[in-house]
Structures are given as structure tokens and as C-alpha cells.
């Protein structure tokens, strides 16, 4: 048990829908990093945050939003779903500044488009 | 953008064996990490590296830190069924702490 959790496990929702993904961090990491992985594919880097504010954007589209909150959990809202969006959803933690870059994955959201 | 080369992409050993595995960048790093997934959960982190030509072992598993920092290697000695998954290399560069995630190597165990 990596310490980051992820909610929901698993989610199934038409096009067009809008939906949102919850990660908690492991306790005192300031970091969220959040990465998409379609099937048999590597780990696509969305984007990070550092204690509240945004610090690094991967490629992420334009119909997706992330936030983090002040108890430091992060949601990730992905909206006009399509096909393509079906993938796991994984969130990370780290404890941040530049000490160590060491992330810890959560179990995932697997998202199912329809 | 950054790119890591992983290989190779599957490997088909037997119980028992020996199995190395590689990353190379096409810029300078100052971070190594190897990760393992197995199918449908998160990756889960087995080695950090941070020096250049550090050698780092966790149980049977072994990485380094390539000289010239473009790359990384890891081990597994004695392979068993347990060894089967996704293994992941990611790196990071000299500045930022976003991770550069390899396409994986597929490893399989014949028992």
C-alpha cells in the first residue's frame, strides 16, 4: 500500500458526460502528479501540482481540469467525454521540494467511455 | 519533448534466469527511477537513484545510474513468477521534478 488513494476504483459513463477523479495524497507529500495510461500504452504525465498551485503541464487537453484543495487531496475533471479517454487514471505524491522526486502511484481509476 | 528509450519492450524468460533491462535519454538526468506494475494496479516504486555510477540493489533487483547520466540499467537475479509485470524506467532532468516515463518492459516467467 503505497499511502496515495484514489477514488473511484472503477468508473463507466457515456460521451459527452463530465466526470471527476479524487486522489489523497500520502500524508505530508505536497506534490500531486496526475497520468493517464491507455491500454498496452506508457505512463502520459497530465499535469502537477505543488501545495495548492499548478506547477507543471504535460499533455493535457483542454477538456480536462485539475484542482488542488487546501488538505492537499486533488480532483481531476475530465469533460465532453469521448471514446478515446477510456484509460486508467493514476494519481502520484511526493513529498516535493527539491530534496527527492520519488512519486508514489495510487491504485488507479479505471474509466470506461460508452 | 524529453524521450526515454526503453528495451527491450518484452521478454520471455525462464524461471531462474537472469534479466537485465535499459533506459537511455536523450538529455542529461539527475534522477533515476525503476517502478513495476502489475496488471490493472498502480506502478510501485523499486529503486531511486540520484549519483552517477550508483549502484543501488533491493533484494534480487540491481540498477545503476549510467556514467553519463543519458542512462540506467536494472537487474533481476534468479528470476520467479513473481518477477512478472511492467517494468518502468522514468527520469527526470536537471530542472522541474515532472518524471519522463519509458514505454515499459513487458516481463514474462516461464515456471
Known amino acids: 500500500d503505497s499511502g496515495v488513494t484514489q477514488t473511484p476504483k472503477h468508473l463507466i459513463t457515456a460521451t459527452g458526460q463530465r466526470v471527476t477523479l479524487r486522489c489523497s495524497p500520502r500524508?505530508?507529500?505536497?506534490?500531486v502528479y496526475w497520468y493517464q495510461q491507455s491500454l498496452d500504452q506508457g505512463l502520459q504525465f497530465l499535469i502537477q501540482?505543488?501545495?495548492?498551485?499548478?506547477?507543471a503541464k504535460g499533455n493535457i487537453l483542454e477538456r480536462f481540469s485539475a484542482q488542488q484543495f487546501p488538505d492537499l487531496h486533488s480532483e481531476l475533471n475530465l469533460s465532453s467525454l469521448e471514446l478515446g479517454d477510456s484509460a486508467l487514471y493514476f494519481c502520484?505524491?511526493?513529498?516535493?521540494?527539491?530534496?527527492?522526486?520519488?512519486?508514489?502511484f495510487g491504485p488507479g481509476t479505471r474509466l470506461t467511455v460508452t | 519533448g524529453q524521450q526515454l528509450n526503453q528495451s527491450p519492450q518484452s521478454m520471455f524468460i525462464q524461471e531462474g534466469e537472469d534479466v537485465s533491462m535499459n533506459c537511455t535519454s536523450s538529455?542529461?538526468?539527475?534522477?533515476w527511477l525503476w517502478y513495476k506494475q502489475d496488471p490493472g494496479e498502480g506502478p510501485v516504486l523499486l529503486i531511486a537513484?540520484?549519483?552517477?555510477?550508483e549502484l543501488t540493489s533491493n533484494g534480487r533487483l540491481t540498477a545503476q545510474f549510467g556514467i553519463t547520466r543519458k542512462d540506467s540499467f536494472l537487474n533481476i537475479s534468479a528470476s520467479i513468477p513473481s518477477d512478472v509485470g511492467i517494468y518502468f524506467c522514468?527520469?527526470?532532468?536537471?530542472?522541474?521534478?515532472?518524471?519522463?516515463f519509458g514505454e515499459g518492459t513487458q516481463l514474462t516467467v516461464n515456471p
Open positions: 538529455s542529461i538526468f539527475n534522477t
Open positions: 502520484a505524491s511526493s513529498v516535493g521540494g527539491s530534496s527527492t522526486y520519488e512519486q508514489y
Open positions: 537513484l540520484y549519483k552517477a555510477g
Open positions: 500524508s505530508g507529500d505536497l506534490s
Open positions: 501540482y505543488y501545495n495548492g498551485e499548478e506547477r
Open positions: 522514468a527520469g527526470k532532468e536537471t530542472s522541474g521534478s515532472r518524471l519522463t
